[in-house]
């Protein structure tokens, strides 16, 4: 990820809010001890219980915000701010009635600059095509990754 070349760079991602709509987070990983980490939303179950029963999306938050610590993944933004939207749980699968909103909330509730969709859907949806216009539009940077199973419906 080029981590190392970042940061000589001066390039931390200080000020920069990431929205993570995945399974949760866990704070107490030993990357994520001194993370900035927001309390975030459970669309689940509509609770702040952000906590995370998969593992995915601490990965994923440990690959942005992951302390240089010698201990497991430094991240490539260790000063930006992480949003937990948890939209899984231990079954893996969530609906596009969770997802929708975690986009639409990371955008206008959390004013999130980045908002990381790490998952996969089985067919397209206008609707949701229509929540990342509204967050392109908000100014976000959606970021999408490749490979991941259809875990959405």
């Not at 430094?74 to 939207?85: F, K, R, S």
């Amino acid at each position: 990820m080029q981590a190392a070349y970042a940061k000589n760079l001066g390039l931390d991602g200080s000020g920069v809010r990431i929205a993570i709509i995945d399974s949760g987070v866990n704070a107490a990983n030993a990357d994520l001890q001194s993370a900035r980490i927001d309390t975030g939303c459970n669309f689940l179950d509509g609770t702040g219980d952000v906590s995370d029963d998969i593992g995915h999306g601490t990965r994923v938050s440990q690959m942005i915000a992951g302390a240089d610590n010698g201990l497991g993944t430094t991240g490539i933004a260790p000063g930006a701010e992480i949003v937990p939207l948890k939209c899984f749980a231990s079954g893996r699968t969530t609906s596009l009635g969770d997802l929708i909103p975690a986009i639409m909330a990371a955008a206008d509730k959390y004013h999130c600059d980045v908002i990381n969709m790490s998952w996969g859907i089985q067919t397209g949806s206008d609707t949701l095509d229509a929540a990342i216009d509204h967050a392109l539009e908000k100014g976000a940077v959606c970021v999408a990754a490749a490979g991941n199973k259809p875990s959405a419906t």
